[in-house]
């Protein structure tokens, strides 16, 4: 399988920006994807705060199952402050927000003690597509933030004033190295990396590979699946969704962009392909 790569000029750039930035916020709240936050953390944006407080927020809670409910409560053992959402749905605000106040609890109590006081900064960070601004969207209360289904979205610094507080947005950042393939396809499922530079016949056989190993019922209920090699199964989502050309042959790259697209908006039911050991491999326990 050709190997996934990644990390164009912008990002790099990005990532100077945002050290640059970083002095000016109190804390950090990084943005993972709840159906495989190991694969969506970038350890690059750790090692940049330093001892700022960080909250790890698991988005798209929605779309995950009780495996990332696990892994959340795995994050907290390790004494994170982490918490999981669905930006989408007003009722995360004030999860959110709690979240949020824990991570600047200890700042705020010194600037009491000092008779201080001012909004509080936070820099929004996070690889591409994630959902970084429509949660800025929901704690501003209003479309401040672009947002979209492609990742790479968000390309400048922008400051967002809320109620009480401030938001730094910026670009999506990718690690600049992607060694662990395994974590680099989940990324590619999940449309975290721009589908222009990927082989999507590969990223398809192995999404279908994993998927049958950890969600088989998903594919047998939407597909007919019933087992056997990648292709195989491919050939049955190709058959069960008419994509079949002349003389009968099957029209792999609607099925492989079909298949994709069903999983990525959940239509396969709720997932999460990360495990305990992929957080720990990430650095993030």
Same mark, same amino acid.
């Given at each position: 399988?050709?190997?996934?790569?990644?990390?164009?000029?912008?990002?790099?750039?990005?990532?100077?920006?945002?050290?640059?930035?970083?002095?000016?916020?109190?804390?950090?709240?990084?943005?993972?994807?709840?159906?495989?936050?190991?694969?969506?953390?970038?350890?690059?944006?750790?090692?940049?705060?330093?001892?700022?407080?960080?909250?790890?927020?698991?988005?798209?809670?929605?779309?995950? +199952?009780?495996? *990332?409910? @696990? %892994? #959340?409560?795995? =994050?907290?053992?390790?004494?994170?402050? $982490?918490?999981?959402?669905?930006?989408?749905?007003p009722a995360s605000l004030r999860p959110l927000t709690a979240a949020m106040n824990v991570a600047v609890r200890e700042k705020?109590?010194?600037?009491?003690?000092?008779?201080?006081?001012?909004?509080?900064?936070?820099?929004i960070a996070g690889i591409p597509n994630t959902g970084k601004s429509t949660v800025i969207n929901l704690l501003s209360g209003?479309?401040?933030?672009?947002?979209?289904?492609?990742?790479?979205?968000?390309?400048?610094?922008?400051?967002v004033k809320c109620n009480g507080f401030e938001l730094l947005d910026t670009p999506g950042t990718m690690p600049p190295s992607?060694?662990?393939?395994?974590?680099?396809?989940?990324?590619?499922?999940?449309?975290?990396?721009?589908?222009?530079?990927?082989?999507? +016949?590969?990223? *398809?056989? @192995? %999404? #279908?590979?994993? =998927?049958?190993?950890?969600?088989?019922? $998903?594919?047998?209920?939407?597909?007919?699946?019933?087992?056997?090699?990648?292709?195989?199964?491919?050939?049955?989502?190709?058959?069960?969704?008419?994509?079949?050309?002349?003389?009968?042959?099957?029209?792999?790259?609607?099925?492989?962009?079909?298949?994709?697209?069903?999983?990525?908006?959940?239509?396969?039911?709720?997932?999460?392909?990360?495990?305990?050991?992929?957080?720990?491999?990430?650095?993030?326990?």
């Amino acid at each position: 399988m050709k190997q996934i790569q990644w990390y164009p000029g912008h990002m790099a750039k990005a990532v100077r920006m945002m050290e640059d930035n970083l002095k000016l916020c109190d804390a950090a709240v990084f943005v993972l994807d709840a159906r495989a936050p190991a694969a969506s953390f970038n350890p690059v944006l750790k090692k940049m705060t330093g001892n700022k407080p960080v909250l790890y927020l698991l988005n798209k809670g929605d779309l995950a +199952d009780g495996r *990332a409910d @696990a %892994l #959340l409560n795995r =994050l907290r053992e390790s004494g994170a402050n $982490a918490v999981k959402i669905a930006a989408n749905s007003p009722a995360s605000l004030r999860p959110l927000t709690a979240a949020m106040n824990v991570a600047v609890r200890e700042k705020l109590d010194k600037m009491k003690e000092k008779s201080a006081s001012r909004p509080m900064r936070y820099l929004i960070a996070g690889i591409p597509n994630t959902g970084k601004s429509t949660v800025i969207n929901l704690l501003s209360g209003g479309k401040k933030a672009q947002t979209g289904d492609k990742a790479g979205v968000t390309r400048a610094k922008q400051w967002v004033k809320c109620n009480g507080f401030e938001l730094l947005d910026t670009p999506g950042t990718m690690p600049p190295s992607c060694e662990n393939q395994t974590l680099a396809r989940r990324l590619a499922y999940l449309g975290c990396i721009n589908d222009d530079i990927l082989e999507f +016949d590969e990223i *398809a056989l @192995a %999404l #279908l590979e994993e =998927l049958w190993a950890k969600y088989p019922a $998903a594919l047998t209920e939407r597909y007919g699946v019933s087992g056997g090699e990648p292709l195989e199964m491919l050939n049955r989502v190709c058959a069960r969704r008419g994509f079949v050309l002349r003389g009968n042959e099957y029209d792999y790259e609607r099925g492989e962009r079909a298949l994709i697209d069903d999983f990525r908006k959940g239509k396969l039911g709720k997932v999460c392909l990360d495990s305990a050991e992929d957080l720990a491999a990430a650095g993030l326990v």
